[in-house]
């Protein structure tokens, strides 16, 4: 089956700064999923981005689909950013998680 | 848009019994999702129906697991004679069409403890 992979695992950032988080997958996809999961568990939609770059205020998200990786961006980092950031793809209607980034933001 | 729901939010039982969850999707979304998270892992998928049809199920889904979305609505998913290794977190997940690339939308989970 199809193997995500996530990178870094953990990350610790110093508010204000910026970082990205990459996000490999093995095998062509329909679509692509980001996610914020929060210190209780909810899984937030981030993007939904089969290709392409997509932009939501301090955060971007970037696919290269031919080249099966994702990347997200955060910028101007803030303590609230803190948790898991998964990405997933979408293979035969459901979704394949990758392990997570754990990003610690310190004030 | 209320979101997804699931109840109960937490549950802790004794190894041996039977639990059930239950979630109710965004209205009108055609798809429901079942899947279990365990701690420092991603959530990995369980079952999906398509309304009331449940067209796949994840060989993580063992005999003592079962789901039902009757009208084709809110979803339940019962464990049977409950074991430790299936304390985890139960997430439900919707989308809005038939297509299977459209956007899940997750609901706050059921936290399980099996004692």
């Known amino acids: 089956g199809i193997q995500v992979e996530q990178s870094p695992p953990d990350l610790i950032l110093q508010e204000g700064a910026n970082s990205t988080l990459r996000c490999n997958f093995s095998?062509?996809?329909?679509?692509l999923q980001w996610f914020h999961q929060n210190p209780w568990g909810q899984l937030i939609n981030l993007f939904y981005i089969p290709s392409g770059t997509k932009q939501n205020g301090r955060l971007s998200a970037t696919t290269v689909a031919t080249e099966r990786y994702s990347l997200l961006y955060i910028s101007s980092s803030q303590t609230t950013d803190s948790g898991v950031y998964f990405c997933a793809v979408h293979a035969l209607g459901k979704l394949i998680f990758g392990q997570g980034t754990t990003l610690q933001v310190k004030p | 848009d209320t979101g997804v729901s699931q109840n109960p939010r937490h549950k802790i039982t004794k190894r041996g019994q039977n639990v059930t969850f239950r979630c109710d999707p965004i209205s009108e979304h055609n798809r429901l999702y079942w899947y279990r998270q365990t701690l420092g892992q991603g959530p990995e998928f369980l079952t999906y129906f398509q309304n009331e049809a449940q067209l796949e199920k994840s060989r993580l889904l063992s005999d003592r697991f079962s789901a039902e979305r009757p009208k084709g609505s809110f979803s339940t998913l019962e464990i049977q004679r409950t074991e430790q290794g299936d304390s985890a977190m139960y997430l439900c997940?919707?989308?809005?069409?038939?297509?299977?690339?459209?956007?899940?939308?997750f609901g706050p989970g059921t936290r399980l403890l099996v004692l």
């Open positions: 997940a919707s989308s809005p069409s038939s297509g299977g690339k459209e956007t899940q939308y």
């Open positions: 095998d062509s996809v329909n679509n």
